[in-house]
C-alpha cells in the first residue's frame, strides 16, 4: 500500500507521450512528426519507425523523437532497441521531457521484469531513479528485480529507500523479509548499521534505517526483542528529527501490533500533519487500523503483482 505515487508509470498506447510539446521543429518536421504519430496510432509500427529514424537525420539531438521512437519499439516488443534508444538521449532540462524519459524507462523495466530478464529491468529502473529520485514504487521495483535476478544483498537498500518514502509499503518489507530466508542479509546489515549509528549516535537518519531493519526482522522472525529495539530506534529518530513524518507511522504500528491502538491515534495523527506540512499526500484516518492488520500478523502482505 504506497501512500505517496508522486509519478505515474502507466501510458496507454497514443497517450500522454505523444502530446508532448513540439520543440524546436522546423514545419515541414513537424509535418512528418505528425505523420510518423499518425503511424504509430494506427498500429502501423515499420512505418512509424522509418518516419521517427528520418527525423532523427535532421535533429538527432531531439530528446522528444527518441522517446516516441522509443514507444514505437516498446509496442512492438523490440525492447532492446527501445533501451538503446533511450540510452542515447543526452541531459534534459524541460520538465514534461523528464518525466516523459523517466516513464519510458520505468515501462521498459516492469516489462523487462515481467519477461524475466531481471539485469536489464534493473539498468532501467535504476536510469529512472536518477530522473524521478522521490518515487517509492521505482526503488521498490529495483529491489524486487535486484533480488529476482540473485543479488539479495543489493536488494536491500532500494527497499529500505522505499520504505524511507512511504512507509505503509507492505511490498517492501515482504521483500526483505524474502531475503531474509534466503541468508543472513539482514543479520548482517543490522550489524553494520547498529556499528554506524553508534558512531554517528545524532544521526537521525542511520537511527531510521537501523529501526526499519529491526522491524522487518520482527514482522518475519517474530522475536519480540527485534519491536522493542526498534522502537527504540524510531524513538531515537522522532527526538532527532521531530518534523520527519514516518518514525510517528512506524511508533503507531509497532505498538498497536502489541495491543489495544485506541490510545495510540495521536502517533498516527502527527504523521499525517507531518505529511500535510511537508506537501505529501497523506492517509485518510480510515486507514489507520488497516495498517495494523500487516504487522499483528507479524507478516507483511504479500504483494498482489509478484507472489512468487
Known amino acids: 500500500m504506497v501512500a505517496d505515487r508522486t509519478k505515474t508509470l502507466a501510458s496507454a498506447r497514443g497517450g500522454w507521450l505523444l502530446a508532448l510539446p513540439v520543440l524546436l521543429l522546423w514545419s515541414c518536421q513537424i509535418r512528418s512528426l505528425q505523420e510518423a504519430r499518425e503511424a504509430y496510432r494506427a498500429g502501423s509500427y515499420a512505418q512509424a519507425e522509418r518516419s521517427y529514424l528520418s527525423l532523427l537525420e535532421d535533429v538527432p539531438g531531439s530528446p522528444l523523437i527518441r522517446v516516441e521512437l522509443a514507444q514505437v519499439y516498446f509496442e512492438a516488443d523490440s525492447l532492446d532497441r527501445a533501451f538503446q534508444t533511450l540510452t542515447r538521449i543526452g541531459a534534459v532540462r524541460d520538465p514534461l521531457l523528464i518525466d516523459a524519459v523517466a516513464a519510458s524507462f520505468g515501462r521498459l523495466g516492469h516489462r523487462y521484469f515481467a519477461t524475466g530478464k531481471f539485469n536489464a529491468a534493473s539498468r532501467c529502473f535504476a536510469r529512472s531513479i536518477a530522473l524521478w529520485p522521490q518515487n ?13 535476478r540473485g543479488r539479495p544483498r543489493q536488494a536491500i537498500s532500494p527497499l529500505l529507500s522505499s520504505i524511507t518514502l512511504a512507509p505503509e509499503n507492505d511490498g517492501a518489507y515482504f521483500y526483505l523479509g524474502l531475503i531474509d530466508d534466503t541468508a543472513p542479509f539482514l543479520d548482517e546489515t543490522i550489524a553494520e548499521q547498529r556499528a554506524l549509528h553508534d558512531e554517528h549516535p545524532a544521526n537521525g537518519d542511520l537511527a531510521y534505517r537501523l529501526g526499519v531493519l529491526y522491524e522487518v526482522r520482527w514482522r518475519w522472525r517474530g522475536d519480540d526483542d527485534d519491536r522493542l529495539d526498534a522502537l527504540r530506534a524510531y524513538e531515537v529518530t522522532t527526538a532527532l528529527r521531530p518534523d520527519f513524518p514516518n518514525p510517528w507511522l512506524h511508533r503507531y504500528v509497532l505498538e498497536g501490533a502489541a495491543g489495544e ?21 497523506a492517509p485518510d484516518p480510515s486507514v489507520a487500523d488497516l495498517l495494523l492488520l500487516p504487522a499483528r500478523a507479524r507478516q507483511p502482505i504479500v504483494p498482489p503483482d509478484d507472489q512468487s
Do not use: K, N, T
Request: no cysteine; proline share 6%; aromatic share 14%.
Open 261 to 281: 491502538s485506541g490510545w495510540l491515534r495521536p502517533l498516527f495523527e502527527r504523521y499525517r500533519e507531518l505529511r500535510i506540512q511537508h506537501g505529501l499526500v
Open 136 to 148: 517509492p514504487d521505482l526503488f521498490d521495483a529495483l529491489g524486487r528485480s535486484e533480488y529476482r
